[in-house]
T-cell receptor, first 112, second 113 residues
Framework: AQSVTQLDSQVPVFEEAPVELRCNYSSSVSVYLFWYVQYPNQGLQLLLKYLSGSTLVKGINGFEAEFNKSQTSFHLRKPSVHISDTAEYFCAVSSSASKIIFGSGTRLSIRP | DGGITQSPKYLFRKEGQNVTLSCEQNLNHDAMYWYRQDPGQGLRLIYYSQIVNDFQKGDIAEGYSVSREKKESFPLTVTSAQKNPTAFYLC????????????FGDGTRLSIL
């Protein structure tokens, strides 16, 4: 069975500081991983995805994530955050052919 | 532009009343999904459909019903049997395959009067 754990429910960080949002997964089959962002009162938007190949995946808005098979992790990083990055971030793993399992989310709050 | 349209954005329900949430997509996706989102609980799958005229229960289907008569449309009915319907409801769609991401609408917020 597949599962996703987001280790931090909230992450406060100062503007222009780097940030890492942690995600660990478990999967009994080949892994496809995703990060989504949700701004207040909106749906989820795909930030990036890992399907195969390079373990460092670049996404939109300057975010990147690194797939680490040995540590079963897929942490999201940004070298310098902006106020506009304030949102909730969800890590997800592909389950069966038609289902994705989402983590419980990490709320990123940016302090000026 | 292609996308997913959910309506209405806000919906109020009286006790004992059924309400239907609309979800339409023009992405030509075969699969569609309904999720419920509560604070601090992430997304929970209510129902999903991989093809027209077929759908499956997700993790929290009790008190909900769906139909999939057209590829573009996947309406969700919240019945009076759902005792705690207040939540944010999200509709999504995707192409077939485990490596396909889901695309989301902007959600409907349902509240009890």
């Amino acid at each position: 069975a597949q599962s996703v754990t987001q280790l931090d429910s909230q992450v406060p960080v100062f503007e222009e500081a780097p940030v890492e949002l942690r995600c660990n997964y478990s999967s009994s089959v080949s892994v496809y991983l995703f990060w989504y962002v949700q701004y207040p009162n909106q749906g989820l938007q795909l930030l990036l995805k890992y399907l195969s190949g390079s373990t460092l995946v670049k996404g939109i808005n300057g975010f990147e994530a690194e797939f680490n098979k040995s540590q079963t992790s897929f942490h999201l990083r940004k070298p310098s955050v902006h106020i506009s990055d304030t949102a909730e971030y969800f890590c997800a793993v592909s389950s069966s052919a038609s289902k994705i399992i989402f983590g419980s989310g990490t709320r990123l709050s940016i302090r000026p | 532009d292609g996308g997913i349209t959910q309506s209405p954005k806000y919906l109020f329900r009286k006790e004992g009343q059924n309400v239907t949430l609309s979800c339409e997509q023009n992405l030509n996706h075969d699969a569609m999904y309904w999720y419920r989102q509560d604070p601090g609980q992430g997304l929970r799958l209510i129902y999903y459909s991989q093809i027209v005229n077929d759908f499956q229960k997700g993790d929290i289907a009790e008190g909900y019903s769906v139909s999939r008569e057209k590829k573009e449309s996947f309406p969700l009915t919240v019945t009076s049997a759902q005792k705690n319907p207040t939540a944010f409801y999200l509709c999504a769609s995707s192409s077939p395959g485990r490596n396909q991401p889901q695309h989301f609408g902007d959600g409907t917020r349902l509240s009890i009067l």
